[in-house]
């Protein structure tokens, strides 16, 4: 069982930047393959980033490519989202997530394959 809190969000202008932290209770951080997602209003979930448990090869969402960064501390357990040049469509709940690391990395990019997820943040860009 892993347990998963965020924090980090906020309200920023246009142009801003925001680092999301995601905190993991447990000792196994390190075999779990992370994910963000985010959910705006009357929109279905999306994925953002993920980051491999082996390796730590990364994969973002076209839309973000270039503005964040998804990264992990497997010493403090803790998983990071730096979020640079935010736009206003950026605005939404964001969430993090976590399922078992596996030698394949496929289905890092789908909601379905996670096992485990935080409460979410609130990320609000103003423009």
């Known amino acids: 069982q892993v347990q998963l809190v965020e924090s980090g969000g906020g309200l920023v202008q246009a142009g801003g930047s925001l680092r999301l932290s995601c905190a993991a209770s447990?000792?196994?951080?390190?075999?779990?393959?992370m994910g963000w997602f985010r959910q705006a209003p009357g929109k279905e979930r999306q994925f953002v980033a993920a980051?491999?448990?082996?390796?730590?090869?990364?994969y973002y969402a076209d839309s973000v490519k270039g503005r964040f960064t998804i990264s992990r501390d497997n010493a403090k357990n803790t998983l990071y989202l730096q979020m640079n040049d935010l736009k206003p469509e950026d605005t939404a709940v964001y969430y993090c997530?976590?399922?078992?690391?596996?030698?394949?990395?496929?289905?890092?990019?789908?909601?379905?394959?996670?096992?485990?997820w935080g409460q979410g943040t609130q990320v609000t860009v103003s423009s």
């Open positions: 997530a976590a399922r078992r690391g596996r030698l394949s990395a496929g289905g890092t990019d789908a909601e379905t394959e996670y096992d485990y």
């Open positions: 980051i491999r448990w082996f390796g730590g090869r990364t």
């Open positions: 447990g000792r196994t951080f390190s075999s779990y393959d």
